[in-house]
């Protein structure tokens, strides 16, 4: 049994302001050592010290509440918990000097007239958090086995010149997906192999990460048993030229697909050599599964069909066809993955442009109008500059992540493709993130200059989706941008309201060296955030 920890020395101290009490109780703990610090781990520490009963303590995120606490346990849940009698000092005690892994270090708790109101000893918090930053950029350890998955976008099949608005939106939630799995250390394989000779062009244009042309994998085993399943051949004179035949899905809808969720009118699939094709790529990619992942990552010794999760990223259009290829898939392979959901991406609305817009159309409007703007906002024509050109490409790729993922998949997305919507002034926009990531490699290249000219010598002496019942599933892959976006305009505020590089003096080089090392901290959250779009950070613009 662990050794329990003392209670820790205790002082009261006086709550200006607070006519509900006139005194609190402060920490006089020693920091314990580095480690991550966790919201999740500072409110179970919390709540588990008011003794059994359900959560009671919430994260302050109001500004104006945040200036005098960080957490707060609400009074008439307390009442609920203690009846209307104080908070036991004693609980109060052991609030106060809360230890354990991941758990922030407590200065103060003190009731107030809207509960039992606890302040951080914030220095201490910031300073162990800006001084492991990259800890708290990167996920979490997983503390068991990772799931495997197996990520299909069926638009990947085509050619770009006919790849639609609503499907482009689809390949972009399918890539973004792989890199936040992959950053959380799940085996990932994404199918189908890019085939198309024109598709890998424009997916590296569009920075997505996606395997290209692959053998094809043998499909005789699928075919033999396609063939024996065949409705019979009175039905043939119906079928269009180049089908196989078509397989009966109305048993298997009933045994498994309606309860799944599956819609009740799939009853059969017509079979072609594309069809199998598909399966058996994907096939093969559960069964490659034991070999290891695209993350070089060993299978589990029980690694097998059923220990994968085949996640279908499709656009709304394509939904109905891929419930017919789940479906055939487990009528010809009994070892087929028994786990198949599907992530429907929403339609996409246009304004300003044809409503028949493919997406290398909208890529090349996209790139026309970044030129345009920056332009004019340079007064000079920049496209003869190849340096400059790769800066309007990367600008164009986040322009359109940002538009595409910012809104949940599942819901339908309204495009406005006038030119002002590529503005870095639009605090929603790929582009105002990518200013403020330049903003900030200037802000550093600057201090570094500064730095190297001696000005400075007298210091010389400083995204998963889970599980859940049912065909469908959510994803929050607007999640990353809508963060990003929010640190920009955080940043951007703070950046034209507080003046970071000051005069040499000596007095000022601690306040510097403090905002410097706030703003280090932004640039390495920002880079992290971009690298899970696959978008690179930006020096200037």
Known sequence: MEESLPVPP????GLPGNPASTFCFRSRLPLPVAMRLGVEETLGALNSALGPGGPVWFKETHARHLRARDFLAPRRALQARFGDDQVPEGVVHAIVGLQGPGVAPVLCCAPTPAGLALQLQRSAVFERVLCSVA????????????PRVVLHCPALRGSPSTLRLSQLRAVLVADHLARILQAHKVSVRRVPAVRDPHMPTFLRQLRVDWPEVSEKPSTEALRNRAIAELSPAREAGALPPGTLGRVCLKELMEERGRTAGYDPSVDSCLVTEDLLSLLAELQEAVQAGAEGSSLGLAAA???????????????????????????????????APLTQKHLVC????????PSTLTAPEYYELRHAQVCKVSSLKHGKDLEQDPAWMEIFRVLSVATIKFEMLSTAPQSQLLLALADSSISTKGSKSGTFVMYNCARLATLFEGYTCSVEQDLLRQTAALPLPCPTPGLHVAARTETVCKFLVQLSMDFSSYYNRVHILGEPQPHLFGQMFARLQLLRAVREVLHTGLAVLGLPPLSHI
Do not use: R
Not at 135 to 146: D, I, L, M, N, S
Not at 346 to 353: E, I, L, Q, R
């Open 10 to 13: 205790l002082q009261p101290i």
């Open 135 to 146: 800890a708290y950029a990167a996920p979490a350890a997983p503390t068991g086995p990772t």
């Open 301 to 335: 010794p029980d690694a097998g069909a059923d220990s994968y999760v085949v996640l279908h990223v499709v656009s709304c259009e394509e939904e109905f066809q891929q419930q017919k290829l789940d479906l055939l898939w487990w009528k010809l392979d009994h070892q």
């Open 346 to 353: 929403g339609p996409v609305k246009v304004t300003g442009a």
